[in-house]
């Protein structure tokens, strides 16, 4: 893997993992070659440990009964999670994660099956529409990243009037380039913030884009801002 680590302190960043999380592992290999110290987090808790952010990873949580992520939305540690957000702390969910996120409400819009209807699995290019955020400080305006994809239900869906307010909030983080959209995201959506700009969800997954060996380490420059967040986060004075 990239190591982006430095001689700078290692901020401790929480992975939650839910029943059927399977990126959680992958998430934490990824946060501690890019400079964090991963903290596994269960889902059952109803606290969250010392950390300076919070990463719910991909994969599959209770199955994806009912909707994906709206169960796990219920999970006790999602109370620590919504008050750690609120405030202030970094969130990033990714695929299952983002899901949840919205799903709590932490997020807003929806994620709906694929247009296809089809799971799929494959190397998407996004395109970085703001780098004045938590997530993407390491990156430049416009800059493409392309990052592995692997869902079923990554549809991002909101109102009209929702997007529109997206968009002129600047809440739009990340979109798909021209002609990569996978799965009908609105207004090719792939990644959303909220409008106070510290919790963020994207389907496709920066965790598996940091080793050259595979492909693409643009997934670090996503990691690596977090890293970036927490680590500030960690050196305030306490409120």
């Known amino acids: 893997m990239i190591d982006l680590t430095g001689e700078a302190a290692r901020p401790r960043i929480a992975v939650v993992s839910f029943p059927g999380s399977l990126d959680d592992g992958d998430a934490a290999l990824a946060l501690d070659a890019v400079g964090a110290e991963a903290v596994p987090v269960w889902h059952a808790s109803e606290t969250l440990p010392d950390v300076d952010a919070v990463v719910l990873p991909g994969g599959f949580s209770y199955g994806d009964y009912l909707r994906c992520g709206a169960i796990a939305r219920f999970s006790p540690v999602m109370g620590a999670v919504s008050r750690f957000a609120a405030g202030g702390g970094p969130v990033l969910g990714i695929c299952n994660g983002f899901q949840i996120l919205c799903e709590a409400g932490l997020l807003p819009g929806v994620l709906l099956r694929n247009r ?28 493409e990243l392309r990052i592995p994809a692997k869902h079923g239900e990554g549809c991002y869906f909101a ?76 050196g305030a004075p306490a409120s």
Do not use: K
Request: charged content about 20%; some cysteine; aromatic content about 2%.
């Open 116 to 143: 296809s209807l089809r799971f799929l699995c494959r190397d998407v290019a996004l395109r970085v529409e703001t780098a004045a955020s938590p997530f993407t400080s390491r990156c430049a305006q416009g800059q």
């Open 159 to 234: 109102p009209p009037e929702l997007v529109a307010a997206l968009e002129r909030g600047g809440q739009v983080v990340l979109r798909y380039a021209s002609g990569e959209n996978p799965n009908g995201s609105l207004a090719d959506i792939g990644g959303v913030r909220n409008a106070e700009g510290n919790v963020m969800g994207l389907m496709p997954h920066p965790e598996h884009a940091v080793d050259p060996l595979i492909g693409s380490t643009d997934g670090a420059l996503i990691l690596g801002s977090l890293v970036d967040a927490a680590r500030a986060r960690a």
